[in-house]
């Protein structure tokens, strides 16, 4: 079945640091591929979405590019700020996982002033 | 504010007990999609509806059952209650059925004594 493997966390940095958190992924079929990301005591919101290969999904300065190559999705920034500290989940949908999402284990990030 | 909205935000209960759990989804949304998160399981799938009708079931245990109703809201049953039931339960929404860009409710935290 289709799964989705997110880099081990957590995740600390410094404000103003890039930031890398890979993102692979196992799926039969064409996905579409998602960031979500939960701030604390809140639900998933949509960061970024890409629906086929070789798009990119952008969003207040977070990108990802969807390589069918290296069946990838990893979430970039170049300058975090303290207010990106959240958890962070790659996920799947779409091919033989028609109607739900397929998550990651989830990445916390937290970025220090 | 994604537009879905959950009730009750918190819910604590004894074993083997039944709750239910109400999501309204976004408005012109047809498809309502219940997940579980706990810390061993991450977020997991349980079960899809679209316009009224059951489309995808996922991890769902048999005591766990939902409904979508003619005004699209939908609710999920948890019966005979255990201790390891206690979870985050998230609803999310989306136009179509194929699952993608679903936007998500704050959930309802749901503690099991």
């Known amino acids: 079945g289709n799964s989705v493997t997110q880099m081990e966390g957590p995740v600390t940095l410094s404000e103003e640091a890039f930031l890398t958190i890979n993102c692979t992924y196992t799926?039969?079929?064409?996905?579409?591929l998602f960031w979500y990301v939960q701030y604390p005591g809140e639900g998933l919101q949509l960061l970024l979405k890409?629906?086929?290969?070789?798009d990119k999904g952008s969003n207040k300065g977070f990108e990802a590019t969807y390589r069918k190559e290296t069946t990838s999705f990893h979430l970039e920034k170049g300058s975090v700020q303290v207010s990106d500290s959240a958890v962070y989940f790659c996920a799947l949908a779409g091919g033989t996982s028609y109607g739900k999402l397929t998550f990651g284990q989830g990445t916390i990030l937290t970025v220090h002033p | 504010d994604s537009g879905v909205t959950q009730t009750p935000k918190h819910l604590i209960t004894a074993t083997g007990q039944r709750v239910t759990l109400r999501c309204s989804p976004r408005s012109g949304d047809l498809s309502v999609y219940w997940y579980q998160q706990s810390l061993d399981q991450g977020l997991q799938f349980l079960i899809q509806y679209y316009n009224g009708e059951e489309r995808a079931k996922g991890n769902i245990l048999e005591r766990f059952s939902a409904q979508q109703f003619p005004d699209l809201h939908s609710e999920l049953n948890l019966s005979s209650l255990e201790l390891g039931d206690s979870a985050l339960y998230f609803c999310?929404?989306?136009?179509?059925?194929?699952?993608?860009?679903?936007?998500f409710g704050p959930g309802t935290r749901l503690t099991v004594t």
């Open positions: 999310a929404s989306s136009v179509g059925s194929s699952g993608l860009e679903q936007y």
């Open positions: 799926a039969t079929g064409y996905p579409s």
């Open positions: 890409a629906t086929k290969a070789d």
